[in-house]
């Protein structure tokens, strides 16, 4: 009888389009699961590459610098390029010392967000999605110091600028590439809306010409 019944369910055409949806729509489910998944891969892969630099360079310094201590392949090249073993309570840089407890609070919901909101970008916006996991990185690696030794530990010094790190760079270059791809989309949004305004104009022109001729006629 069951056969009979999956038979007879078979030949319904209510049936077979019900099924069909169902299909489809786990079709469509798993397309997009998929696409999720290889997005977070893209995100995790740059970011966790970033992260893991950031913590191997921080280990080194703390391991074989004495805090405060500077190293310099070259001794002329001291007072221009070094590393120095320094710790940083605040933002990058260096700033806002007194703030740790806000940075920390702040790179949580910055990460949170950036994990969020990634899957979302268009694929075409690359500079977007280069971006992103290189301020996710930044945001992760100094959250680590934070939250395993209480402090950030610093150790790129050039000339007088503030000492940073890799997650600190990271920030930055991503930062760039967010304002570079900005002005981008905006230079090319005015030539669109120029271009646009041309052929209007163009087409308000053609349209007028035998407006002219007529009335001459």
Do not use: C
């Not at 077979?16 to 995790?44: A, H, P, Q």
């Not at 740059?46 to 201590?69: C, N, P």
């Not at 934070?146 to 991503?174: K, Y």
């Amino acid at each position: 009888m069951r056969g009979i019944h999956a038979w007879v369910s078979l030949r319904n055409p209510r049936r077979i389009r019900y099924n069909l949806r169902v299909f489809s729509k786990g079709m469509k489910t798993g397309v997009l699961i998929l696409r999720k998944v290889r997005d977070y891969l893209v995100l995790l892969g740059i970011a966790g590459g970033i992260v893991a630099l950031d913590q191997w360079t921080k280990y080194l310094v703390r391991s074989r610098l004495a805090f405060g201590e500077a190293w310099s392949p070259w001794e002329w090249l001291m007072p221009y390029a070094r590393i120095v073993h320094w710790n940083n309570t605040g933002a990058a840089f260096g700033l806002f010392p007194a703030a740790g407890v806000i940075f920390t609070i702040v790179a949580i919901l910055v990460s949170v967000a950036i994990i969020y909101y990634y899957p979302r970008v268009p694929k075409n916006q690359i500079g977007v999605r280069i971006a992103l996991p290189m301020q996710l990185a930044g945001a992760l690696g100094n959250l680590i110091d934070r939250l395993s030794i209480g402090t950030v530990t610093d150790f790129v010094s050039l000339g007088a600028f503030p000492v940073f790190n890799v997650a600190d760079a990271s920030i930055s270059i991503g930062v760039a590439v967010l304002v570079v791809v900005m002005f981008l989309e905006d230079r090319r949004t005015r030539r669109q809306v120029k271009a646009t305004q041309e052929d209007v104009d163009e087409t308000e022109e053609e349209g007028s010409a035998p407006e002219e001729e007529n009335s001459l006629g």
